[in-house]
């Protein structure tokens, strides 16, 4: 009798739903899990699944295996939908194993932090690999096609009526493994799922106690201060790792040359519980170096001949040149010995610099003969997340011997002045990867891995971060209690989730929290959130933030100021000028958003500050008003480029394209003298209309609505109308 009670229990447990197989959670818990797979890596790696759901459940979480032959990313999306709204066990989170569709979203590259390019162009290059489909319910999206050479991309274009701020409802990763590898795919995802049951059964203890930060070169102008930012930051997320109890390593990319093989010996450190990379990347690659620097003579020399061999032969191949040509071209140019030129033609030297070039950054190949050991690592990089590839950075780190269990990356390519550690302390309170990643993610942002994964709390607060975040995460009440915390990322955290939930007077609370808060990160996120208020709140705080001690405030406010466009903001800007000009990526920012202001205006305060300052030199300041004066003239010529219908279409649309990046808040009337106009090419009025949609920051933003609603009954071509609609969501959106 027991048996055929066992038998019908089990049947209750796993049954078929529109031909998916679905096995229900064994245990009862507030939230649940999903592992979604499909029907042939299930049958590969059973027993492997069924164990890694048990090490889930026996974490608290109620876990799903749901296993199907997936034809479209739709039957998914609806099942998590379905899922996440039950009433008794609502999906918190959810793992994409093995061969399952991979969205590939269109006109959605505002909601990327840097991708820009034209979507004439290759599909598969053009579009956006993003789970954001899956895990974002409030994106609404058109389906387009599925592509005829890869099986898994499906395309999507974003609806005009959908969100356009991201939202996302549960978190999710991947768990896919590497087409291109020591072993098979299958034989990867078993061996994964044993590493990952075995390391979360030994391990329970583990608390977060060794960090190693890396920096490649090139990275955020390979400032200084911004990398010193970074540390006292850190200190503040993670004070155990910071004290004699822990361990915190910071490497550079220039502390030696080449430095690859110290950051390979890092990830291999037995005990490393997170690395956090910051350089430049591609799907396959992590750049680390450069060519040596160094002032001496021999170095210069040899740099120069290196450049000089990776020029002249791609040179001498292209069409209609020679030889000679090259060699010739070379060395007029730089003016240097013709034998340095000849040079690049040497086999042997040829030979000794691939050897070279192999030494300066690490490949999937190299990581692949190693066994990572840092439990999380985190890579603030382009295209590392590249899960469509065939292989990709982020994924050889975990299917690989060694301990690694999770990693984060991106799709595609990503900014570099962004916040990539926000809310990283709270993993010392036992919070799940995929939570910290639904919290900091972008369009292109994924975990790749078990998203489960946490860290033993690494604190004598009985606080419940992954109940908190669930159970209670709309409860202003709760998270108002929580603002008393002595934990910076718990009050960081509690404010995000006020403002997510629109709690009352949440303008004025971000604005006297960042006043008061002795928390470097607790400041920023009141910047952050403001940023999304736009009102007269986060005007004033921008003023403030461009002096605050942390770099990267100081970083995003003048990158926010340009783009805000107000006057009021000029004599903040000009003291930076003035008095933070050796904060490197500081000058950068300041630099890439002079056309978004007044220029004449903004030289005026400069001049009238600097008239009261004791300055030993005058040098740099005239060169800063040099460098005004001719962004100035070059963005009036621009500007009168657009207007002028005697110039081709192809020059007046490129410039309007720059607007995507460059809102000139002082030229909104003037696109608007093009939208207005019906005798304007279609499709630069549209053009026109999605260049409007990137005033999100504007201090005229209000007044851009009123005039869309305005002109929008009249419109009558459907595809202007379009994205007017759609950038009248954009900029109502907080």
Same mark, same amino acid.
Request: hydrophobic fraction near 35%; charged fraction near 25%; proline fraction near 4%.
């Given at each position: 009798?027991?048996?055929?009670?066992?038998?019908?229990?089990?049947?209750?447990?796993?049954?078929?739903?529109?031909?998916?197989?679905?096995? /229900?959670?064994?245990?009862?818990?507030?939230?649940?899990?999903?592992?979604?797979?499909?029907?042939?890596?299930?049958?590969?790696?059973?027993?492997?699944?069924?164990?890694?759901?048990?090490?889930?459940?026996?974490?608290?979480?109620?876990?799903?295996?749901?296993?199907?032959?997936?034809?479209?990313?739709?039957?998914?999306?609806?099942?998590?939908?379905?899922?996440?709204?039950?009433?008794?066990? +609502?999906?918190?989170?959810?793992?994409?194993?093995?061969?399952?569709?991979?969205?590939?979203?269109?006109?959605?590259?505002?909601?990327?932090?840097?991708?820009?390019?034209?979507?004439?162009?290759?599909?598969?290059?053009?579009?956006? +690999?993003?789970?954001?489909?899956?895990?974002?319910?409030?994106?609404?999206?058109?389906?387009?096609?599925?592509?005829?050479?890869?099986?898994?991309?499906?395309?999507?274009?974003?609806?005009?009526?959908?969100?356009?701020?991201?939202?996302?409802?549960?978190?999710?990763?991947?768990?896919?493994?590497?087409?291109?590898?020591?072993?098979?795919?299958?034989?990867?995802?078993?061996?994964?799922?044993?590493?990952?049951?075995?390391?979360?059964? $030994?391990?329970? /203890?583990?608390?977060?106690?060794?960090?190693?930060?890396?920096?490649?070169?090139?990275?955020?102008?390979?400032?200084?201060?911004?990398?010193?930012?970074?540390?006292?930051?850190?200190?503040?997320?993670?004070?155990?790792?910071?004290?004699?109890?822990?361990?915190?390593?910071?490497?550079?990319?220039?502390?030696?040359?080449?430095?690859?093989?110290?950051?390979?010996?890092?990830?291999?450190?037995?005990?490393?519980?997170?690395?956090?990379?910051?350089?430049?990347?591609?799907?396959?690659?992590?750049?680390?170096?450069?060519?040596?620097?160094?002032?001496?003579?021999?170095?210069?020399?040899?740099?120069?001949?290196?450049?000089?061999?990776?020029?002249?032969?791609?040179?001498?191949?292209?069409?209609?040149?020679?030889?000679?040509?090259?060699?010739?071209?070379?060395?007029?140019?730089?003016?240097?010995?013709?034998?340095?030129?000849?040079?690049?033609?040497?086999?042997?030297?040829?030979?000794?610099?691939?050897?070279?070039?192999?030494?300066?950054?690490? $490949?999937?190949?190299?990581?692949?003969?190693?066994?990572?050991? =840092?439990?999380?690592?985190?890579?603030?990089?382009?295209? !590392?997340?590249?899960?469509?590839?065939?292989?990709?950075?982020?994924? =050889?780190?975990?299917? !690989?011997?060694?301990?690694?269990?999770?990693?984060?990356?991106?799709?595609?390519?990503?900014?570099?002045?962004?916040?990539?550690?926000?809310?990283?302390?709270?993993?010392?309170?036992?919070?799940?990867?995929?939570?910290?990643?639904?919290?900091?993610?972008?369009?292109?942002?994924?975990?790749?891995?078990? +998203?489960?994964?946490?860290?033993?709390?690494? %604190?004598?607060?009985?606080?419940?971060? /992954?109940?908190?975040?669930?159970?209670?995460?709309?409860?202003?009440?709760?998270?108002?209690?929580?603002?008393?915390?002595?934990?910076?990322?718990?009050?960081?955290?509690?404010?995000?989730?006020?403002?997510?939930?629109?709690?009352?007077?949440?303008?004025?609370?971000?604005?006297?929290?960042?006043?008061?808060?002795?928390?470097?990160?607790?400041?920023?996120?009141?910047?952050?959130?403001?940023?999304?208020?736009?009102?007269?709140?986060?005007?004033?705080?921008?003023?403030?933030?461009?002096?605050?001690?942390?770099?990267?405030?100081?970083?995003?406010?003048?990158?926010?100021?340009?783009?805000?466009?107000?006057?009021?903001?000029?004599?903040?800007?000009?003291?930076?000028?003035?008095?933070?000009?050796?904060?490197?990526?500081?000058?950068?920012?300041?630099?890439?958003?002079?056309?978004?202001?007044?220029?004449?205006?903004?030289?005026?305060?400069?001049?009238?500050?600097?008239?009261?300052?004791?300055?030993?030199?005058?040098?740099?300041?005239?060169?800063?008003?040099?460098?005004?004066?001719? %962004?100035?003239?070059?963005?009036?010529?621009?500007?009168?480029?657009?207007?002028?219908?005697?110039?081709?279409?192809?020059?007046?649309?490129?410039?309007?394209?720059?607007?995507?990046?460059?809102?000139? %808040?002082?030229?909104?009337?003037?696109?608007?003298?093009?939208?207005?106009?019906?005798?304007?090419?279609?499709?630069?009025?549209?053009? $026109?209309?999605?260049?409007?949609?990137?005033?999100?920051?504007?201090?005229?933003?209000?007044?851009?609505?009123?005039?869309?609603?305005?002109?929008?009954?009249?419109?009558?071509?459907?595809?202007?109308?379009?994205?007017?609609?759609?950038?009248?969501?954009?900029?109502?959106?907080?």
């Amino acid at each position: 009798m027991r048996k055929i009670f066992l038998q019908l229990l089990f049947c209750l447990c796993i049954y078929s739903m529109q031909g998916q197989t679905v096995i /229900n959670p064994s245990v009862k818990t507030k939230t649940s899990f999903a592992i979604i797979v499909d029907s042939e890596s299930y049958n590969q790696a059973k027993t492997e699944l069924e164990a890694y759901k048990k090490v889930i459940e026996q974490d608290g979480l109620g876990t799903y295996i749901i296993y199907h032959a997936w034809t479209s990313p739709d039957q998914i999306r609806e099942l998590l939908v379905k899922l996440h709204s039950s009433r008794t066990q +609502p999906l918190e989170g959810a793992v994409f194993v093995g061969d399952i569709p991979i969205p590939m979203l269109r006109d959605v590259q505002h909601l990327t932090t840097a991708f820009k390019m034209d979507q004439k162009r290759n599909w598969q290059q053009s579009s956006v +690999p993003s789970d954001r489909f899956y895990d974002d319910f409030g994106l609404k999206f058109d389906f387009i096609k599925k592509d005829s050479v890869k099986p898994l991309y499906f395309y999507y274009s974003l609806k005009a009526e959908s969100n356009h701020t991201l939202r996302s409802n549960i978190y999710s990763a991947r768990i896919k493994p590497l087409e291109k590898s020591k072993t098979d795919k299958y034989t990867q995802l078993r061996n994964y799922l044993n590493k990952v049951v075995s390391v979360r059964t $030994t391990e329970k /203890n583990n608390i977060i106690d060794n960090i190693t930060v890396a920096r490649g070169h090139g990275y955020n102008s390979e400032s200084r201060v911004a990398w010193a930012g970074e540390q006292l930051a850190l200190r503040e997320q993670f004070p155990v790792a910071f004290n004699t109890r822990g361990n915190v390593k910071f490497m550079d990319f220039d502390t030696y040359w080449p430095m690859k093989p110290y950051w390979l010996n890092e990830v291999l450190r037995p005990d490393l519980d997170v690395m956090l990379f910051h350089h430049h990347g591609s799907n396959d690659y992590q750049y680390i170096n450069g060519y040596k620097t160094g002032s001496d003579v021999n170095t210069s020399i040899e740099n120069i001949k290196l450049y000089l061999r990776s020029k002249v032969v791609s040179y001498a191949k292209k069409k209609g040149n020679t030889k000679e040509d090259a060699i010739e071209y070379y060395t007029n140019w730089l003016g240097v010995p013709r034998s340095w030129s000849e040079e690049a033609f040497d086999p042997e030297l040829q030979k000794k610099d691939s050897i070279m070039n192999l030494t300066l950054d690490i $490949t999937v190949k190299d990581i692949l003969e190693i066994a990572p050991n =840092a439990r999380f690592v985190m890579f603030d990089a382009c295209y !590392n997340g590249s899960f469509y590839e065939d292989e990709y950075i982020a994924g =050889a780190y975990i299917f !690989n011997e060694g301990k690694t269990i999770v990693t984060q990356g991106n799709t595609v390519n990503t900014i570099q002045d962004k916040w990539p550690d926000r809310f990283l302390g709270l993993l010392n309170l036992g919070l799940r990867v995929g939570q910290w990643g639904k919290y900091t993610q972008y369009l292109e942002t994924h975990i790749i891995g078990d +998203p489960t994964f946490h860290f033993a709390p690494n %604190t004598s607060s009985q606080f419940d971060i /992954n109940e908190a975040l669930t159970v209670h995460s709309k409860d202003n009440t709760f998270w108002t209690k929580a603002l008393s915390s002595t934990s910076p990322d718990i009050q960081a955290i509690a404010l995000h989730r006020l403002f997510d939930n629109n709690a009352a007077n949440i303008s004025e609370l971000l604005k006297k929290t960042y006043i008061k808060s002795p928390y470097m990160i607790v400041r920023l996120e009141c910047l952050i959130l403001l940023s999304q208020l736009d009102d007269d709140n986060f005007t004033e705080v921008l003023a403030l933030a461009t002096t605050d001690s942390y770099e990267l405030t100081r970083r995003l406010a003048l990158d926010f100021i340009p783009r805000n466009g107000s006057d009021k903001l000029l004599p903040a800007v000009a003291k930076a000028i003035l008095n933070d000009n050796t904060s490197e990526r500081i000058v950068f920012k300041i630099s890439s958003g002079l056309r978004m202001m007044d220029l004449d205006k903004l030289e005026v305060e400069i001049i009238k500050q600097s008239n009261s300052l004791p300055l030993y030199s005058r040098d740099n300041l005239e060169g800063i008003l040099k460098n005004i004066r001719s %962004t100035n003239n070059s963005k009036k010529k621009d500007i009168a480029i657009i207007l002028d219908k005697s110039v081709k279409e192809k020059s007046r649309s490129l410039e309007i394209s720059r607007f995507r990046n460059n809102p000139v %808040t002082e030229y909104v009337d003037t696109l608007f003298g093009v939208l207005d106009d019906i005798t304007y090419e279609p499709d630069l009025r549209l053009k $026109t209309a999605e260049a409007l949609g990137w005033y999100n920051y504007s201090y005229r933003k209000n007044y851009i609505i009123e005039h869309l609603e305005k002109i929008m009954p009249q419109e009558k071509d459907a595809a202007v109308l379009h994205e007017i609609k759609k950038t009248i969501k954009r900029l109502s959106e907080k």
